[in-house]
């Protein structure tokens, strides 16, 4: 079974602020990893996802995450918030066989921007 | 870029009707999920279908069905809805890849309320 976890239900930071949402994943076996990026009343976006190639993950919008197995961590960072990027935040994990595929997201992380 | 589509986008039912959502996957993308987001919550895996077989199930009330077609794009099928039901359901679409599942696009959702 995998699951992941999110710490922190509401991350509030100032515009132009380090943006840090954290992820915490269990899993028995080498997982794929998701921040997914969801807009009020809009369906889920992909930010960038980890498949076992590079441990630092690059996505959209100046997003990026490393993936830390001695932490069991994917955690999402941008340098520098924007306004746009207020919206919910999730992260998921999935198997990598068939049959396995299926998303297990976290339970989400609302971010602020604080003008 | 062509997208998943869903339809309809908004639906309104009293309880114990049925309801039928319709999903059309990315063109080449052979895989299916459907999800569950109740208010508030994140996305629950329901059943996903490749190449027209079930290849998953995961949380599905037994009063829900669902099926891919020939063309691939995929329905799900909802008797005696339930004040429960309402949440907004997501279809996602992938192509398994060598080496492991592809990574799954979501449609834009169907915000189902039951009355």
């Known amino acids: 079974a995998q699951s992941v976890t999110q710490l922190g239900s509401h991350v509030s930071v100032s515009e132009g602020a380090l943006v840090l949402l954290r992820c915490n994943y269990s899993?028995?076996?080498?997982?794929?990893l998701f921040w997914y990026v969801q807009y009020p009343n809009q369906g889920l976006q992909l930010l960038l996802k980890?498949?076992?190639?590079?441990?630092l993950v690059k996505g959209i919008n100046g997003f990026e995450a490393e993936f830390k197995k001695s932490e069991t961590s994917f955690h999402l960072t941008k340098p520098s918030a924007h306004m746009s990027d207020a919206a919910e935040y999730f992260c998921?994990?999935?198997?990598?066989?068939?049959?396995?595929?299926?998303?297990?997201f976290g339970t989400g992380t609302r971010l602020t921007i604080i003008p | 870029a062509a997208g998943v589509i869903q339809s309809p986008r908004h639906l309104i039912k009293e309880k114990r009707e049925t309801a039928t959502l319709k999903c059309y996957p990315i063109?080449?993308?052979?895989?299916v999920y459907w999800y569950q987001q109740g208010p508030g919550q994140d996305p629950q895996f329901l059943i996903s279908?490749?190449?027209?077989?079930?290849?998953d199930k995961g949380s599905i009330p037994d009063r829900f069905s669902a099926q891919q077609f020939s063309d691939y794009h995929s329905e799900l099928n909802m008797s005696s809805l339930e004040l429960g039901d309402s949440a907004l359901y997501f279809c996602?679409?992938?192509?398994?890849?060598?080496?492991?599942?592809?990574?799954?696009?979501f449609g834009p959702g169907t915000r189902l309320l039951v009355l």
């Open positions: 996602a679409s992938s192509s398994i890849v060598a080496g492991g599942p592809g990574t799954q696009y």
């Open positions: 899993s028995s076996v080498p997982p794929y």
């Open positions: 980890y498949t076992s190639a590079a441990t």
């Open positions: 998921a994990v999935s198997g990598r066989d068939f049959g396995n595929e299926k998303l297990t």
């Open positions: 063109p080449r993308h052979d895989t």
């Open positions: 279908f490749y190449e027209k077989m079930q290849s």
